[in-house]
């Protein structure tokens, strides 16, 4: 682009002004800023190969070159983390977004995470699963193949499978429902009940043995 004007400042900052309207300032330690035609989209280079983008609706993109991780805040509070190496982003609370910072030392295998306003968490596996972490301690995985799993706060587990199948995970009893009205409930001392849908009680010890059948 053409340059309309050119200004060098004693402290050796020097700003260039385009034609398109474009403004352009160059810092003497290497970073400079782009100041869009409309004067609402900012970009600065720094020296050390981070980039943060302003955008026109608040949108604030930082990328940190060392880490190759972007940081994305938007207006409406939402920051998303995006992972090109595995590593662990770590947000420092109370700090400018510059501290924002990969902790390189930690493995992780997410390469992407959400914080929505309201303390909700979201996490991408790269084989796109996807964990939600409630503020309330719950928590959901949701799995490529369709399984949702949702862990509740006392530990209890519920599982709910693509065929129609549902799972149950208590301290108390392990139990399965099937899509046919069949309920089988496995306790921690080893019994098992099965329950059909047409009234029928099956029982047995954890040994196996048959102890009470119904057969209705």
Not at 18 to 36: M, S
Not at 162 to 183: A, M
Not at 184 to 205: A, F, H, L, P
Request: charged share 30%; proline share 5%.
């Amino acid at each position: 682009e053409e340059i309309e004007r050119e200004t060098t400042y004693p402290d050796g900052k020097v700003e260039k002004v385009l034609k398109n309207g474009c403004h352009l300032v160059y810092f003497p330690n290497g970073t400079w800023k782009k100041v869009g035609s409309d004067g609402k989209t900012i970009t600065v280079t720094f020296f050390n190969g981070d980039v943060k983008q302003m955008m026109p609706d608040g949108t604030v993109i930082y990328y940190y070159a060392d880490s190759k991780t972007t940081h994305t805040t938007y207006y409406d509070g939402l920051e998303v983390l995006q992972f090109s190496n595995g590593q662990i982003g770590k947000k420092l609370p109370n700090q400018p977004p510059k501290l924002y910072l990969c902790n390189k030392y930690i493995v992780s295998k997410y390469i992407s995470e959400k914080h929505y306003p309201d303390g909700k968490k979201e996490i991408t596996f790269p084989d796109q699963t996807i964990k939600n972490l409630f503020t309330d301690g719950q928590e959901e995985s949701i799995f490529p193949d369709g399984t949702i799993v949702r862990i509740q706060r006392d530990g209890s587990k519920s599982i709910e499978f693509n065929n129609g199948q549902r799972e149950l995970h208590t301290s108390q009893f392990k139990r399965r429902e099937y899509p046919d009205g069949t309920v089988k409930t496995v306790y921690m001392n080893g019994q098992q009940e099965t329950k059909y849908v047409s009234g029928r009680v099956r029982v047995k010890d954890k040994d196996g043995n048959v102890i009470m059948d119904t057969k209705a």
